[in-house]
Structure formats: C-alpha cells, structure tokens
C-alpha cells in the first residue's frame, strides 16, 4: 500500500492563492462535521505547534493572541484532492481518498508492470511535482495505517517504506498521529496517555472500556494492525463553469441570470453532447465570509437550460445568500445518457412539448405562475362556473 499525504493541505492550497500569508500565523477554521456550534481549527501553519487540529477556534485564539484566523474553504480542498486522485488513477487505479491532501494507493501487483516500489513511488511523486505543492510526502507499508506512518516520518518531499514489523518506529510517537478526534486525544491525554507506547501498555479491553469503540480501534492502530480495505474512488464525469461579477450582487434574479448563462455554456461543452445530468452544484463565493455550496439534484436527468433552472432557481428561493456574491461556479455531475423525457415523431405531440419548455422559462423569469381558461359548463346561469382557471403546470 501506498499514501500520498501532503501535510497541511489547507493551509499549502492558502498559501498558493494568497502568498502574502507563508510566514503568518495563519490558522484554518470552519464548521464541525458532527453538527457542533462554533468554528473549530480545520488546519494552520507548521509552525503553530501548540495549535492543534480539531480544537475550536476560541481555545486557539486563548493559546496564542497573535493567530490569524482564515475562513477554510474546505470545497477548494476536496476539489484540488480529487483532481490529484484523477491524476494518480491514471497511473494505478486503485486510489481512495481518505480526507484533504491524504490518499492511499493500491500498488499490489503494480510492479509486474512498472517494476519495484521504489520504481512506482518515483512515477506517483512525478505526477505531484507538476503541481506547486510545498511539501508531499509518500510512504509505503503493508496496510493504510503503516503507509500513513511511513509517509509521516518521510522528509520534505521524499518517501519512505515500513516493514510489516513496526513496532520500534510506532512506540515513540505522539497519539496526534492516531486519526480519532480531538476530544478523545484530549481524553486520553487526561489519563497521562501521550504516545502510542502508552496506548500498548494498558490491554485492549481496559482501553476499549474506558475510550469506546474508537479507543479499540485506537489500540490496533498502535499495534500497527489495520484491518480495513482499499475502497476505490469511481471517477465521476463532470462540467464545470464560472462567472465572476464585475461587483458583488446580492440581488437574486441577478444571480439566477448569470447562473443561466452558464448552464447554457456547460449544456453546449462537448462533454454535455447528447448527455444529461442529474444533479448540479453551485458555490457562491460570498465577499468576506465563508462559501456557500449549493447542491440541486433533478428528479429526472436534465439535458437542457430550460430543464434545470427551474429547480435550481427553487432551492436558490428556498435557502439564504449570506452576502454579496462575487463569482458563482456551476458543475453539472452525474452525466447519463439518460433523457428526462422521450421525444416523439408526432408534430402535435412535439409542439406540446416545445410549448411546456416555453412555459417553464417564462415562469421562471417572471416568478408567477400561468393559467389557461378551460371552459367547464357553458350553460350554467352562474359565471365562475362556466369557465375555469387551470394552472400551465398542471
């Protein structure tokens, strides 16, 4: 097994973009995976040691007066992960991501056709090095959790492997390496456990009873035994488009236009050709706050503007702008060659369905719904029974 790990992703992709920030005290914060309130560190700078990963923003800030904090745009990092994964999957395609700038290779068998280990890490690290990453990192052992390992204790751009046997190089090092959560690391620090020898000390029923399910697994980690399996990531097709305003706009219907604008560029692209698509993801790049992402999945697969603005114009209604949007990404995925509705050789039936696409865009533009006038029973002495008003929609 391989991992490609580069060391604080986040922080390497801010860098990148703003590079006024390298020597600042920059520290990552954003919203917690399990629903907590409150930002909690996402990533920061090497050299902030005393920060530590998962706390929340307050206790860093308590730590060290002089941090900056960063919105962390978490999305740049899964998008710029899973573009490197495309690149290794091209080489082997056992790849898995595992979280932000950490993915695990599959490299069993690869040698019969590109040679020993060290032959297949040089081709992984040449495809890295065309990016303009500060620091990656790759390792190689028997499983996940060794080739992390090796990958940790590797130097500034280099590799390194770990045999089967690797007790000596696990009992020194700190439970920070063990991918639990920051509480529970906090935990274990308050009964004097500070390194993966403290963890192999105490029995693995003593330390799964006190710690949990996740402390059991904590334990076999420090053994250097890990049970669990590559997944493979399926490589999903996708369009993407941008458009960036000239000045930030908080206007809805402004938002909805340059939306359809590019939907109509993203379903003229070749890659769109004779396709459809069944979800779309829009991020908002909102001017001094966090982006916002916005997912709209079709009910059936969309090959057209007039299909999916409707439904993404709905969702856009539904939630709110937490401010001034400066550009909006559009990416249709879930490509199929799936149609939302079947075409017929019958001209009535055609301009039918020409009139119901003509209908749906004037709804969407003008916000209001259209009624036709269906006469019900013309004899009737009473006039609101005579004629009836039937939404276009239905």
């Known amino acids: 097994m391989a991992c490609v790990w580069l060391p604080h992703f986040m922080w390497q992709l801010e860098v990148i973009e703003k590079p006024v920030l390298v020597d600042r005290p920059v520290?990552?914060?954003?919203?917690?995976?399990?629903?907590?309130?409150?930002?909690?560190?996402?990533?920061?700078?090497?050299?902030?040691?005393?920060?530590?990963?998962?706390?929340r923003a307050s206790a860093a800030q308590s730590r060290r007066r002089d941090i900056l904090l960063v919105q962390a745009k978490a999305f740049v990092a899964e998008e710029q992960t899973d573009a490197l994964a495309d690149r290794l999957q091209d080489i082997i395609p056992?790849?898995?991501?595992?979280?932000?700038?950490?993915?695990?290779v599959g490299i069993w068998g690869a040698e019969l056709?590109?040679?020993?280990?060290?032959?297949?890490?040089?081709?992984?690290?040449?495809?890295?090095?065309?990016?303009?990453?500060?620091?990656?990192?790759l390792g190689v052992g028997p499983n996940k959790w060794l080739s992390f390992i090796a990958a940790t204790l590797s130097e500034h751009h280099s590799a390194r492997k770990l045999p089967a046997d690797s007790a000596a190089a696990l009992r020194q090092l700190s439970i920070d390496v063990l991918p639990v959560s920051f509480d529970l690391k906090t935990r274990m620090r308050g009964f004097g456990i500070k390194s993966l020898s403290d963890v192999t000390h105490i029995p693995r029923g003593s330390f799964e009873?006190?710690?949990?399910?996740?402390?059991?697994?904590?334990?076999?980690?420090?053994?250097?035994?890990?049970?669990?399996?590559?997944?493979?990531?399926?490589?999903?097709?996708?369009?993407?488009?941008?458009?960036a305003f000239d000045a930030p706009s908080v206007v809805l219907p402004t938002v909805l236009t340059a939306i359809e604008g590019l939907l109509e560029t993203a379903f003229s692209?070749?890659?769109?050709?004779?396709?459809?698509?069944?979800?779309a993801e829009i991020i908002l790049t909102i001017q001094k706050r966090a982006p916002q992402r916005i997912r709209v999945a079709f009910k059936t697969p969309a090959q057209s503007t007039v299909q999916a603005i409707r439904p993404i114009a709905?969702?856009?209604?539904?939630?709110?702008?937490?401010?001034?949007?400066?550009?909006?990404?559009?990416t249709l995925t879930n490509l199929t060659l799936e149609r939302g509705r079947q075409s017929s050789y019958m001209a009535d039936t055609r301009q039918q369905a020409l009139l119901r696409e003509a209908l749906t865009q004037i709804r969407t533009h003008t916000a209001q719904e259209i009624y036709f006038l269906r006469?019900?029973?013309?004899?009737?002495?009473?006039?609101?029974?005579?004629?009836?008003?039937?939404p276009a929609s239905v």
């Open 375 to 390: 006469a019900t029973d013309s004899c009737s002495p009473i006039p609101e029974e005579r004629d009836t008003l039937i």
């Open 113 to 137: 056709l590109y040679g020993s280990d060290g032959e297949i890490i040089r081709l992984l690290g040449n495809v890295i090095k065309q990016q303009q990453f500060a620091d990656v990192r």
């Open 209 to 243: 009873a006190q710690f949990g399910s996740n402390g059991g697994r904590a334990w076999m980690l420090a053994k250097g035994v890990d049970e669990s399996l590559l997944v493979p990531r399926i490589r999903v097709e996708q369009v993407t488009t941008e458009f």
């Open 314 to 330: 709905t969702k856009l209604e539904s939630v709110s702008i937490n401010g001034p949007v400066e550009t909006v990404r559009l």
């Open 94 to 104: 056992e790849v898995e991501i595992a979280g932000p700038g950490l993915i695990y």
């Open 27 to 55: 520290v990552l914060v954003g919203e917690s995976s399990t629903g907590e309130s409150g930002s909690i560190v996402l990533d920061r700078a090497p050299q902030l040691k005393e920060i530590e990963i998962g706390m």
């Open 269 to 279: 692209s070749p890659e769109m050709r004779r396709r459809s698509t069944r979800a």
